[in-house]
Each structure stands twice: as structure tokens, then as C-alpha cells.
């Protein structure tokens, strides 16, 4: 498999990184008014999370490269000054409020529901490792469940790893967008509506 991308020096990764063929690597390096190499050089790429090492290693062959993203609150992360533990979900009203009402509405405004739900993002989050657990929000349109997905979740861990898909993505034979997620959402889920109920359930 060859790949093509655009490496950014200065932060380690790589902006766009994508499959392709041999035949195309020319006209890529062309359209960056680069040359066609004469070596293409062997990479040994995976997706691991708890590394914490460099995301792309090109002094040595292979080259090494870590396709997980990490987002740029993960790269300026902040230390709490004193451990925080279940119960202290309530401090989050003192640095992000719209966020905090935002999640207990979604939760219907259960402040149990609240504990637990950022003790789960939490660990995600601290850890990189799948909780292997989901949470069924459910609710009237205009709840808050897609701005959540899509302006703190996504943000905070990374587009792909944290894709929003659909009913009909379930269905459908290739999930390639599981590889890299760490949590995945499905918006707009509605069981009933599936022809392959059964088939659904099995992937859920």
C-alpha cells in the first residue's frame, strides 16, 4: 500500500495522510511542485493512543508513524492542582459552564447522570483505551445530543476519532471509520426503522 501526505515539521504529524497508488505518486509530488522520488522508503504505521512518543519517527528505516491525532487540548493539557474524582463534576461549572449545562441537559439535568458521565469521558479521554461502554441519550430534537457530538466531542478527541455516523452506516458492509475511534456516535438512532433489526443489534 503507498501513501501520500502532507508532513508538518514543526508539530510532528502529518496533516493529511492518505492511501494511493504507485502510479499517482508522481502527479501528487508534481501538484507540491516537488520531484517524483527515486526511493520510496518502507513505514510502519499504527494507531496507538497510550504512545506518547513522537507521531512520526523519519530518522530511522522504517519510518514510524503513530496515525493517532492527538487534538490541542490534549497537547496543552493542564495538570489539576488537586486530583479530581467522582464527585467533583460540579467544578466544571467554573471553567466551562456552557459545557456543563449543556451535558446535565442532554442527561435530563440528573446530576447523578452527570457524575458518571464525565467520570466515563474521563477515563477515554486520560487513558485512549475504549470504555467498552455506550450511553443511550434519548430525546426531542433541539436536546443538545448533536451539538454535544459535534462541538465538544469531536474537538476534544479528534474528528476521527470520534465519528458521528448513522443508522445507515450501521448497515452498511464496510466500517473502516471503527479503526481509529475511540468513541463512536450514532446520531439519530432508531432501531425500529432498520430492515435488518436483528443484523444491527448483533453490530451494536
Not at 96 to 123: M, S
Request: with cysteine; hydrophobic share 35%.
Amino acid at each position: 500500500v503507498y501513501w501520500n501526505g502532507i508532513y508538518n515539521p514543526n508539530s510532528n504529524d502529518f496533516l493529511e495522510l492518505k492511501p494511493t497508488s504507485r502510479n499517482s505518486i508522481e502527479d501528487f509530488m508534481r501538484t507540491h511542485g516537488r520531484p517524483a522520488p527515486d526511493f520510496i522508503p518502507d513505514a510502519m504505521m499504527s494507531f496507538d493512543p497510550q504512545n506518547s512518543g513522537p507521531s512520526v519517527d523519519l530518522s530511522t528505516l522504517p519510518y514510524r508513524i503513530n496515525t493517532f491525532k492527538r487534538t490541542m487540548f490534549m497537547k496543552n493539557a493542564i495538570e489539576p492542582q488537586e486530583p479530581i474524582e467522582l464527585g467533583y463534576a460540579t467544578k466544571l461549572t467554573e471553567k466551562c459552564p456552557t459545557i456543563y449545562k449543556l451535558i446535565k441537559h442532554i442527561l435530563g439535568d440528573g446530576q447523578q447522570e452527570v457524575e458518571r458521565f464525565i467520570n466515563w469521558l474521563a477515563y477515554i479521554y486520560q487513558t485512549k483505551e475504549k470504555a467498552k461502554t455506550a450511553w443511550v441519550l434519548s430525546g426531542v430534537p433541539g436536546t443538545g445530543k448533536g451539538v454535544f457530538a459535534y462541538q465538544v466531542l469531536r474537538p476534544l478527541l479528534g474528528e476521527e476519532q470520534a465519528p458521528v455516523k448513522t443508522l445507515e452506516n450501521l448497515e452498511e458492509q464496510f466500517n473502516s471509520y471503527l479503526q481509529q475511534a475511540l468513541v463512536c456516535v450514532v446520531d439519530e438512532f432508531h432501531m425500529a426503522s432498520s430492515a435488518a433489526m436483528q443484523k444491527v443489534a448483533n453490530k451494536l
